[in-house]
């Protein structure tokens, strides 16, 4: 089953996992094991069947009970959860991992959670914790339990204790007698209450450092107070300095990734993010962006002969296209006209994470830190956000499930041991995805191009990016050249390269500007600038979209405007005479009919020289 499960084979997972309870019904590891194959599976009914049985908690190993834990926890009985997870770091208190994953679980507990647990304590009962002061000043916390077993020496106490009996219903400041007698009487004073929940998670919180000195799992930072007038308490400093080095840090993978060195899946776990956050921050800034293909003709007729050479092709999708096309809003087309696409299960496992962390810890909003050039900020985001992101995302798997078929990984059974590094470097589902891709008349559809160049060097796969598809889409009338030129601008609004554009992009991109020199406009023209086309394609487009620009009936001093753009583009960086020279021919060739509009534009010309002193 294992080997089916790690290859996303989650049939015939299933079915050995029920083959084998079948001989083995006692096995609650196996149960546990196919409770989690029918998660993965969306078989949601079969997984809250079995987590309404009984089960033997004693018999299960430290790695099942987290399973399980995990399994109540996705399934929202996050109650049952916690009280696993309580009675798991009591028995194993010398286990790091049951600390911090108590710790973890608790705080990603919902708002409505703190109800069912009733954290609100006003009053000693039973699942509290009761800091009491002797005569002595000497404090110590008792946990108040209805539990066959308990630990006097850990501060467990039943209701067969006399102590629970006198602390029961006491609330703080109350003082409870405990002897009396002719020598006097011994007193304690209760301090504190609070849920033993609530005191397992200080606890562990406050001494964990103390139990396991060589853990790098938890690291407290005290706050402190501020050594000098205006300046930050010495714990936010030790922050912010942490902030800064991260922020460093991050520059230089960055810089790693501009300069080929990374795909998106490596550049997205050096970084500490999940794919779909880095996913956003890259195609929010234009100096990183999204490197989709290298942009040489070579590239795309290799792509499109990979394409073409086979009747039946079947496109084999990672996460990055998964959110581009969604993005843009072509899941039809593609469908039409390449049917149902191929994916990893553990592309899917990876956005369902992403999912449950987002619900689980971040459901009511958050702050990040961060630093933009030398000055820190902050940036909240709120419950509304975070709720939008996760109806995006689940509405992302339900078409995937519905859309897409479930590829089982089956080539990683025959991977060379040299290969399997790239497991871990590029991350399991982009890993997956690539070896899919390599079976027979598969093809790996990515808008990461150091991926699929990896994929074709290392294995031998064809891969195709989204404006290529587009361009196949255009060719073969599935959708309109307004359909392209709108999913190409948006491509350019989500900071692609290279993206290539002609005219009836910059066209409708004029439209969408209302014929006003500004974005979407200012964006694709851009992409005519030195180091993302060529002198001869960046002059042929800039002068086919001119002569359409002077037949518009708008303003001249649009027409002017837009003209004067286009010349800074093409000509900055670029070799001003002979470029020039290449203009003005293509200029007299295009507007040889229209003198008029050709001296116009001549004109500006001369206007944009001597405003450059040339």
Request: some cysteine; aromatic content about 10%; charged content about 30%.
């Amino acid at each position: 089953s294992a080997i089916y499960e790690e290859i996303g084979d989650l049939t015939k997972a299933k079915e050995l996992c029920e083959e084998y309870i079948e001989k083995y019904p006692k096995d609650l590891d196996m149960k546990i094991r196919l409770a989690a194959v029918n998660q993965r599976s969306n078989n949601f009914n079969d997984v809250d069947t079995f987590l309404s049985s009984e089960i033997d908690l004693n018999a299960l190993s430290f790695f099942s009970v987290l399973q399980l834990v995990s399994l109540y926890e996705n399934r929202g009985m996050r109650k049952r959860a916690l009280e696993i997870m309580y009675e798991t770091r009591r028995k194993y208190f010398e286990k790091e991992e049951a600390h911090l994953y108590y710790i973890g679980l608790f705080f990603r507990r919902e708002k409505d959670d703190d109800a069912l647990f009733n954290f609100d304590v006003q009053a000693a009962k039973i699942d509290t914790a009761v800091l009491a002061e002797d005569d002595r000043k000497e404090v110590k916390w008792y946990l108040l339990e209805e539990r066959r077993d308990p630990n006097l020496g850990q501060g467990e106490i039943n209701s067969k204790h006399s102590l629970f009996q006198l602390l029961k219903d006491r609330k703080v400041g109350d003082v409870v007698t405990l002897k009396k007698g002719d020598l006097g009487e011994e007193n304690l004073k209760i301090v504190d209450i609070k849920s033993k929940y609530v005191y397992a998670l200080h606890d562990s919180l406050n001494s964990f450092g103390k139990w396991f000195p060589r853990s790098m799992g938890l690291f407290g930072v005290p706050i402190g107070t501020a050594e000098r007038e205006g300046e930050p308490p010495k714990g936010i400093k030790t922050i912010l300095n942490q902030v800064g080095k991260m922020h460093e840090h991050k520059l230089a993978i960055e810089q790693f990734y501009k300069e080929g060195k990374l795909t998106i899946g490596s550049f997205a776990g050096l970084i500490g993010r999940d794919i779909v956050e880095t996913w956003a921050g890259m195609t929010s800034k234009p100096d990183l962006g999204i490197r989709s293909s290298v942009g040489t003709p070579e590239e795309r007729n290799n792509a499109s002969s990979a394409l073409r050479k086979q009747k039946e092709v079947k496109l084999i999708i990672d996460a990055i296209s998964l959110l581009t096309i969604h993005n843009l809003k072509i899941v039809d087309s593609i469908l039409k006209r390449y049917g149902r696409m191929g994916i990893a299960q553990t592309t899917i496992d990876m956005l369902s994470e992403i999912i449950t962390t987002q619900k689980a810890l971040h459901s009511k909003g958050y702050m990040v830190i961060g630093k933009q050039d030398d000055e820190f900020v902050r940036q909240e985001i709120s419950a509304e956000q975070v709720k939008k992101r996760i109806d995006y995302l689940e509405n992302m798997i339900t078409w995937v499930r519905s859309n897409c078929d479930v590829m089982p990984c089956t080539a990683a059974l025959e991977i060379d041991e040299k290969l399997k590094p790239l497991d871990k470097m590029l991350g399991k589902p982009f890993f997956d995805t690539i070896l899919i891709s390599s079976d027979k008349d598969h093809i790996l559809y990515s808008d990461d191009e150091r991926l699929r160049s990896l994929a074709k060097n290392e294995f031998g796969c064809d891969g195709v990016w989204t404006q290529l598809l587009l361009t196949e889409l255009l060719e073969g009338n599935i959708i309109t050249k307004t359909d392209y030129a709108d999913s190409v601008i948006n491509l350019i609004g989500l900071n692609y390269y290279y993206v290539s554009i002609n005219k009836d992009v910059i066209l409708e991109a004029a439209n969408r500007s209302r014929w006003d020199y500004d974005r979407p406009l200012t964006d694709v023209l851009l992409r005519l600038k030195e180091g993302y086309s060529d002198d001869n394609s960046a002059v042929a487009v800039a002068v086919e979209f001119l002569y359409h620009l002077w037949m518009e009936p708008i303003l001249e001093t649009k027409k002017e405007k837009i003209t004067f753009g286009i010349l800074d583009v093409i000509l900055e960086n670029r070799g001003f005479g002979i470029v020039l020279s290449k203009l003005i021919q293509a200029i007299n060739r295009q507007f040889y009919l229209l003198p008029l509009e050709k001296e116009k534009i001549f004109s500006v010309i001369r206007s944009w020289k001597k405003m450059h002193l040339i």
